[in-house]
């Protein structure tokens, strides 16, 4: 498994990736190709967008970074980081997050962040332990989420 910066060409393999995870958890989201390049890979908030790439070349998953701007939907204080992970469910289990987040770690890091949040569905057991394992620890919990904030430094 490979880690690099999301291209415009990966943007396909990473509808893929959306499409595998809502059609194993039911969770409809935007997940075109159009989407992908401007919310994911050319984001103007955007930090970093990192993808895991198999032996052959297809994406296994991918995890964004954006910086927290004034009224987002999420509700996080500006300045900090949003990070988004999302991992194809056949790759589930062999390191593809914490690759992943090694790298978003990295790139929070340089961009002088202080905190990340990660805004996870309450019932997301799998993300919760994920995020748990990452370092984040739980600060909010509004109607049917749970919100984590890792602190870096």
Same mark, same amino acid.
């Given at each position: 498994?490979?880690?690099?910066? %999301?291209?415009? %060409?990966?943007?396909? !393999?990473?509808?893929?990736?959306?499409?595998?995870?809502?059609?194993?958890?039911?969770?409809?989201?935007?997940?075109?190709?159009?989407?992908?390049?401007?919310?994911?890979? %050319?984001?103007?908030? !955007?930090?970093?967008?990192?993808?895991?790439?198999? *032996? +052959? !070349?297809?994406?296994?998953?991918?995890?964004?970074?954006?910086? +927290?701007?004034?009224?987002?939907?999420?509700?996080?204080?500006?300045?900090?980081?949003?990070? !988004?992970?999302?991992? +194809?469910?056949?790759?589930?289990?062999?390191?593809?997050? +914490?690759?992943?987040?090694?790298?978003?770690?990295?790139?929070?890091?340089?961009?002088?962040?202080?905190?990340?949040?990660?805004?996870? *569905?309450?019932?997301?057991?799998? *993300?919760?332990?994920?995020?748990? %394992?990452?370092?984040?620890?739980?600060?909010?919990?509004?109607?049917?989420?749970?919100?984590?904030?890792?602190?870096?430094?």
């Amino acid at each position: 498994m490979e880690t690099r910066r %999301a291209a415009i %060409a990966d943007a396909e !393999g990473m509808h893929r990736v959306l499409r595998a995870i809502i059609a194993r958890t039911g969770r409809e989201r935007p997940s075109d190709v159009a989407f992908v390049t401007n919310h994911y890979i %050319a984001n103007p908030a !955007g930090i970093c967008c990192t993808v895991a790439i198999d *032996a +052959a !070349g297809e994406v296994m998953g991918f995890q964004s970074l954006v910086r +927290a701007e004034a009224g987002n939907r999420y509700a996080v204080p500006p300045g900090w980081g949003i990070i !988004g992970t999302h991992i +194809a469910p056949h790759a589930h289990r062999q390191g593809v997050g +914490a690759a992943l987040f090694r790298a978003t770690h990295a790139a929070a890091q340089a961009a002088g962040l202080t905190k990340i949040d990660a805004y996870i *569905a309450a019932d997301n057991a799998g *993300a919760l332990r994920y995020y748990e %394992a990452m370092g984040f620890r739980t600060y909010r919990t509004p109607e049917g989420i749970v919100q984590k904030v890792c602190t870096l430094g």
